[in-house]
């Protein structure tokens, strides 16, 4: 069995494309509900950190729209010009897709088509439940595309389908909290406030742990709790320590069918076996944003060692 | 057409009910099933393509502007005794296409020996001189044709053009059976028709026979694609993956010391037979076009090094050509030693002054081609064409004589189409896919019709609002409604009673 250079770099990212888009799309589903449905409204705020999340305020702010809901989420969702919108990344994830049809199986094929398709001929994004209803819409098409992915042979195509969304993950995950703990919470708001706790909520719900939180923490919602959960909980999909053990397994996978250990692997390892002694407390003490930008950089430099190691060019 | 009434494919010359005595049970579906049922499975057809993305790229327009090629629900069908004879006819054309092109590239017999005027080939811009003298593996060139058909009626069948460059299509033979075997089970049972999904398998084993002798007992093959943009995409990643072999495109190939080389994740990995989707023009730049991105330098080195077997051959186009096409009657009885089972459909070649005289004469009556045109663009149609383009017509063919060839317009045969006023009569023509290995040619039962979805239109290229439909090729000669015994045919039925009560129940 052997994997044509481009074939893995273009899993790779459609792997990344398809997490992105999942993300933004839970994101949105997230700030609705801040915004709309939590029990005081958070307007503006809510929005302007679902731009920051994304590092995309520059652009949104450029493109001239006032900050609203609708504006704000046709930027995130449908707008073609913007390259972090959620059809954007679909159209990346199945032109990837399309250029590697061959090392995809057609569920997996046909989930990416299906999300794209959702937006085709869509100018706008009506209102709070059409939102809701067309991001649940990619979500569904994108866990369809996660259950075909599983279902696929294991071979080499799977495997970095799979590298491309943990590190997606990783970098997405620790953005959201780098984001939500740091700026979002607006100057004078008492921490464990009520918006302090219904930004903490908004957080839990992208990454789909609200009632993870809650099996595992039994004294109330928490930021400290939080944190743990998304930095150092493996058993939890979307922490960053699982997705750094993750990111070590495939590559170990990879090695066993290859047969070759490279740059990748040891740098992934020493990541893992660092992020294994790392307490959630420590962390906090001494600086959440410093560990969080170290970690996106540290993502980053794999990023480029698993190009090099398997000649992406 | 007139008043008169072209062959009707399922309901005979009469052009209505009742259906031909062997269709009968085909005409009985047909009546039965009620029109809002065709057009729910036709929809539901078109919906999966969608959704797989069979589409094609219209050039010229946007992205959004992906789109599927209209699917007609009405099967086309053949007997098997019309098969028969039309098999034996194709493998006698593309017999025939193989040792042309072994000729031409070798001794030149055929020229020397007057059949065709020299000028004509050697001065044709399909004719690669860059070629000759290169031996293809085991001696075959044209591994996969499509010979455009049409008929007139039963037995009266016309190859329209040969097509030994890289026919595309047959994943739509494929994709629309898999749709029929899905939305119209029940007709599966009442016709026993041959199976298409073989093909794949028979591509392949004609691959891996053409390898270059020292590939070994497994050769290394690959489809190679001008990319993911490329209008038929489609069909490349469909054909690789069926065949389970990698599908490349030219960067990933690399040519080193006179042989082939994917680049993979473990390094480079040696490429033994290619089926290549990019035109000659773009196979290479340091032979054919310098300014080409989508090919592999050095490639042709490899080939005449004999290094790498390549389907189809550089340099088959001059099979193909409209102008040579005129002479395929003396082309096979040359080869072959016998007349041609299949006819040409009459053509006057306008660069011989009695025929352009009469083509000139007739222009109402005749259907004019450019002799390197494709896609039913540069065509005209003289009984539907308007004078003023008759006019323009007359002015180029007296300007380019040589650029045209003409052909009387056929009564081309109709099939039963589901339309916007219900099921009416529409023209079609038919793709046979004919695979030639260093074993032998061989005719898949099936193959792509096409069908000008327009009343009265013959145009049924897919650019000009053309659609297709699945071609039935059955196991026997119609009537006997025996049930399959085979296993899949009965599941099948299975699926049937649940459709087909619904059916039966508003009938």
């Known amino acids: 069995m052997m994997l044509l250079s481009r074939t893995a770099s273009s899993l790779y990212w459609l792997g990344r494309y398809i997490e992105r888009a999942d993300f933004i799309a839970r994101l949105v589903e997230a700030t609705v509900r801040l915004d709309v449905l939590s029990s005081r409204p958070a307007g503006e705020a809510a929005w302007s950190s679902a731009l920051t999340v994304t590092e995309t305020e520059e652009d949104f702010l450029k493109s001239g729209a006032a900050m609203t809901q609708n504006q704000t989420v046709k930027f995130l969702t449908l707008d073609t010009s913007h390259p972090g919108s959620i059809v954007r990344c679909l159209s990346m994830a199945r032109d990837n897709a399309r250029a590697v049809r061959t090392a995809l199986s057609r569920d997996a094929w046909t989930a990416i088509n299906r999300a794209w398709l959702i937006f085709e001929n869509r100018s706008g994004v009506g209102g709070t439940a059409a939102t809701l209803n067309m991001v649940e819409a990619v979500k569904t098409e994108t866990r369809g595309f996660e259950g075909a992915v599983h279902r696929m042979l294991r071979n080499q195509a799977t495997w970095f389908v799979r590298l491309g969304q943990a590190i997606e993950r990783a970098d997405n995950t620790a953005r959201l909290l780098d984001v939500k703990y740091h700026i979002l919470l607006p100057e004078g708001e008492r921490v464990g406030g009520v918006l302090d706790r219904d930004q903490w909520t908004t957080i839990l719900q992208t990454v789909s742990a609200v009632t993870a939180y809650r099996w595992l923490y039994s004294d109330g919602l928490r930021s400290a709790n939080v944190i743990d959960l998304l930095v150092t909980r493996k058993e939890m999909p979307r922490s960053l320590g699982a997705s750094v053990e993750e990111v070590v397994d495939i590559l170990g996978h990879l090695a066993k069918q290859t047969g070759s250990h490279g740059e990748a692997d040891r740098m992934a390892r020493m990541r893992a076996a660092r992020a294994g002694r790392t307490r959630s407390t420590e962390i906090i003490a001494s600086g959440l944003h410093q560990y969080l930008q170290s970690f996106i950089d540290e993502n980053a430099q794999l990023h480029g060692a698993i190009g090099r190691q398997f000649r992406f060019g | ?507």
């Not at chain 2, 186009?317 to 082309?331: F, L, T, V």
Request: hydrophobic share 40%; charged share 25%.
């Open chain 2, 1 to 507: 057409m007139g008043k008169r009434h072209a062959f009707d494919e399922i309901m005979g010359f009469s052009g209505a009910a009742p259906a031909r005595p062997s269709l009968a049970a085909l005409g009985d579906w047909l009546k039965e099933t009620p029109d809002g049922e065709l057009r729910r499975r036709q929809e539901a057809a078109e919906n999966t393509f969608r959704q797989l993305g069979i589409t094609f790229a219209v050039y010229g327009e946007s992205e959004a502007s992906e789109r599927i090629i209209p699917f007609d629900i009405v099967p086309r069908v053949f007997l098997k005794s019309e098969w028969d004879r039309l098999s034996e006819g194709l493998v006698q054309r593309v017999e025939a296409i193989n040792a042309f092109l072994e000729d031409i590239y070798g001794e030149r017999r055929i020229l020397a020996d007057g059949v065709l005027p020299a000028d004509l080939v050697l001065g044709n811009s399909q004719f690669r001189p860059e070629i000759a003298g290169i031996k293809p593996p085991h001696g075959v060139a044209a591994h996969i044709c499509g010979i455009d058909l049409v008929r007139t009626g039963p037995d009266e069948f016309f190859v329209l053009e040969d097509n030994a460059r890289t026919p595309s299509g047959v994943s739509y033979m494929l994709e629309n059976r898999e749709a029929m075997l899905r939305l119209c089970p029940e007709l599966f049972r009442e016709l026993r028709v041959a199976a298409v999904d073989s093909y794949p398998d028979l591509l392949l084993e004609t691959m891996k026979s053409v390898a270059p002798h020292g590939s070994g007992s497994n050769p290394q093959c690959v489809v190679l694609t001008p990319g993911h943009y490329n209008s038929a995409y489609y069909e490349h990643s469909f054909l690789a993956d069926s065949m389970g072999i990698e599908l490349v495109e030219g960067a990933d190939l690399v040519v080193d010391d006179d042989r082939v080389w994917m680049r993979t994740i473990d390094g480079l990995v040696k490429v033994d037979v290619i089926y290549r989707r990019i035109d000659d023009d773009y196979l290479d730049p340091l032979v054919f076009r310098p300014d080409s991105a989508l090919g592999v330098p050095g490639l042709i080195a490899a080939y005449a090094a004999g290094n790498v077997a390549i389907l189809n051959a550089p340099g088959d186009g001059i099979a193909d050509d409209k102008a040579i096409y005129s002479y395929m009657p003396e082309i096979v009885k040359y080869y072959t030693g016998a007349e041609a089972k299949l006819p040409n459909v009459e053509t006057y070649r306008c660069r011989e002054p009695q025929a352009l005289k009469y083509v000139l004469d007739n222009l109402p009556e005749l259907v004019v081609k450019l002799v390197d045109g494709s896609g039913g663009y540069g065509m005209l149609v003289g009984p539907t064409a308007s004078s003023g383009e008759i006019e323009k017509f007359r002015a180029a063919l007296i300007a380019e004589p040589e650029r045209y060839i003409a052909q009387p317009t056929l009564a081309l045969s109709t099939v039963p189409t589901l339309s916007d006023q219900g099921v009416s009569p529409r023209h079609v023509d038919f793709r046979p896919f004919v695979l030639s290995g260093s074993d032998g040619v061989r005719v898949v039962p099936g193959g792509l019709t096409r069908v000008a979805l327009k009343e009265g239109s013959l145009v049924v290229n897919s650019s000009q609002g053309g659609g297709t439909k699945d071609s039935f090729v059955l196991m026997d000669d119609g009537a006997s409604q025996t049930q399959s015994a085979d296993g899949q045919t009965q599941a099948m039925g299975g699926m049937t009673q649940s459709q087909g009560s619904a059916t039966g129940g508003r009938a």
